[in-house]
């Protein structure tokens, strides 16, 4: 039967690339397509994965050197499928010549199958598994059928405490499979964060979906986050903040010494160096540390000391504002 090859786009139409292009420029034109035409990303959308099959079938083609020869000469088609070296004139179109010209003929059982070409370096990072989830090429016959759908994935939160979110520790969690993972905190994690566990989510005939788990960062009961520091109110003494000393201070990381200088008023931050989050880049930020005076309002011994204080006279706190 006389195939009607107007309805088959060039090989290279399909790409959206130029006869002459470079297999760079190939693959670069390929990896846009896949990632918008990917199954696993149109699932209620048939026709983004027939044509998803196109274009992996014309990828196969056009980057094995030998095939691309094979189709520019006009010896196969855009299935990869032998013409017929005679037909109605020109026995197959070549290089130059436009689909549907020839008008020769092709035999369905002569075709050539073989070895898809190896995906996974165009779908590395593309998906979040380093390949590609349904499978590689689309060899063979035809090659218009979908790939495999992949098992569904699994959502899960996991709940973090303040410290362990900070110092970024590693987790477990327990899956709906009856397995217990380990899993390492992203740098800069933050409250709804969600990382991806490939092939732990429910099995399918395309492989495995994956489990995502979105981490709760649990509030503390004094420490409060700004951004990558860790903030935290300090209650000091009188006596702490007159004469100066040395307090010791909570952290994500335990606690730790913390000089108070002579003099100290209420709102004064001090700083400790890195006891904050782990950022992004792996630098961890700080925990400033406000101090709060504890002033005790029953005791007797402070107040006469004020009153007497107070009658020797004292300068006024709020000149400054002109009151």
């Known amino acids: ?72 000469r006009g010896e196969i088609d855009e299935e990869g499928n032998p013409r017929m070296p005679f037909g109605f004139g020109a026995g197959g179109y070549g290089a130059g010549s436009q689909p549907g010209s020839g008008g020769g003929f092709r035999r369905p059982e002569a075709g050539m199958g073989g070895e898809a070409a190896d995906l996974s370096d165009l779908f590395e990072g593309l998906f979040g598994n380093g ?47 009856g397995k217990t993972i380990s899993i390492k905190l992203p740098k800069g994690v933050e409250e709804g964060a969600k990382i991806r566990l490939s092939g732990q989510g429910e099995q399918g005939p395309g492989g495995n979906g994956d489990a995502i788990v979105t981490i709760h960062i649990t509030p503390h009961r004094f420490f409060t986050r700004e951004g990558d520091d860790i903030r935290l109110n300090l209650p000091i003494s009188l006596d702490e903040a007159l004469l100066g000393a040395k307090v010791k201070v909570p952290t994500v990381d335990g606690a730790v010494m913390l000089s108070v200088p002579k003099g100290s008023t209420s709102g004064k931050v001090l700083r400790l160096k890195g006891k904050g989050f782990t950022g992004k880049s792996g630098d961890r930020g700080d925990q400033l540390v406000t101090l709060m005076i504890d002033v005790p309002a029953d005791d007797a011994e402070l107040n006469q000391f004020v009153q007497s204080w107070k009658s020797k006279g004292k300068r006024n706190p709020r000149a400054a504002l002109g009151v």
């Open 131 to 177: 390949q590609a989830r349904s499978g590689g090429g689309f060899g063979g016959f035809g090659g218009r059928r979908p790939p495999p759908r992949r098992g569904a994935d699994v959502s899960y939160r996991l709940a973090v405490s303040f410290a362990d979110a900070a110092t970024l520790k590693e987790q477990r969690v327990s899956l709906g499979n």
């Open 1 to 72: 039967m006389v195939e009607n090859e107007a309805r088959m786009a060039d090989l290279y139409s399909q790409l959206g690339v130029a006869r002459d292009a470079s297999e760079a420029d190939i693959k670069k034109a390929y990896r846009k397509l896949a990632k918008e035409l990917h199954p696993d990303r149109n699932r209620d959308n048939p026709k983004a994965a027939e044509r998803f099959s196109a274009v992996t079938r014309a990828y196969d083609i056009l980057t094995d050197k030998d095939k691309r020869a094979q189709y520019d």
